[in-house]
């Protein structure tokens, strides 16, 4: 006997797709674990021969709600993507996308220059980069051998 799925509020005459709708909407906001978590861009770092990059989604933030800082051996990202609300909408179907402050903190290591950080924006990505002090940068040492 093979299983079936049980949808009592699947699209029929007695349930149209209003009724549909409503119900996603309430299983969504019953099930999001995410509501009450403040948004932070996702972020990542690696290292380069001369820098460390900071690179930072953040699709639908403008350039001037933007803040870098960097203090005391932390770099400080602040940022704000705010909520556009067109006119015409009649109501939304599906909010998913997270709105609103967001503040990250990041360890910078001595070995950074921060007088010579540098920062991009393109695409919705914002790069920061920090390039390292000359002490910091890798060098090559021959080794010479004495054959006796």
Same mark, same amino acid.
């Not at 933007?66 to 705010?82: A, H, P, V």
């Given at each position: 006997?093979? %299983?079936?799925?049980? =949808?009592?509020?699947? &699209?029929?005459?007695?349930?149209?797709?209003?009724?549909?709708?409503?119900?996603?909407?309430?299983?969504?906001?019953?099930? @999001?674990?995410?509501? /009450?978590?403040?948004?932070?861009?996702?972020?990542?770092?690696? &290292?380069? &021969?001369?820098?460390?990059? %900071?690179?930072?989604?953040?699709?639908?933030?403008?350039?001037? @709600?933007?803040?870098?800082?960097?203090?005391?051996? =932390?770099?400080?990202?602040?940022?704000?993507?705010?909520?556009?609300?067109? $006119?015409?909408?009649?109501?939304?179907?599906?909010?998913?996308?997270?709105?609103? #402050?967001?503040?990250?903190?990041?360890?910078?290591? $001595?070995?950074? @220059? =921060?007088?010579?950080?540098?920062?991009?924006? #393109?695409?919705?990505?914002?790069?920061?980069?920090?390039?390292? !002090? &000359?002490?910091?940068?890798? !060098? #090559?040492?021959?080794?010479?051998?004495?054959? /006796?």
């Amino acid at each position: 006997m093979p %299983l079936v799925k049980f =949808t009592p509020f699947t &699209e029929s005459e007695d349930f149209p797709a209003g009724v549909r709708m409503f119900q996603d909407t309430i299983n969504r906001l019953l099930s @999001d674990q995410t509501a /009450n978590r403040p948004w932070a861009p996702s972020v990542d770092i690696f &290292e380069t &021969e001369n820098e460390l990059v %900071l690179k930072a989604d953040v699709p639908g933030v403008d350039l001037k @709600d933007i803040d870098i800082q960097i203090e005391n051996g =932390t770099l400080t990202l602040k940022g704000e993507r705010k909520f556009e609300r067109d $006119e015409n909408s009649k109501g939304f179907h599906r909010l998913e996308r997270s709105y609103g #402050s967001f503040v990250r903190y990041f360890t910078v290591p $001595e070995t950074v @220059d =921060t007088d010579n950080v540098r920062a991009e924006f #393109s695409n919705g990505v914002l790069s920061v980069a920090l390039p390292k !002090k &000359e002490v910091a940068k890798p !060098k #090559s040492i021959k080794v010479q051998v004495n054959n /006796n």
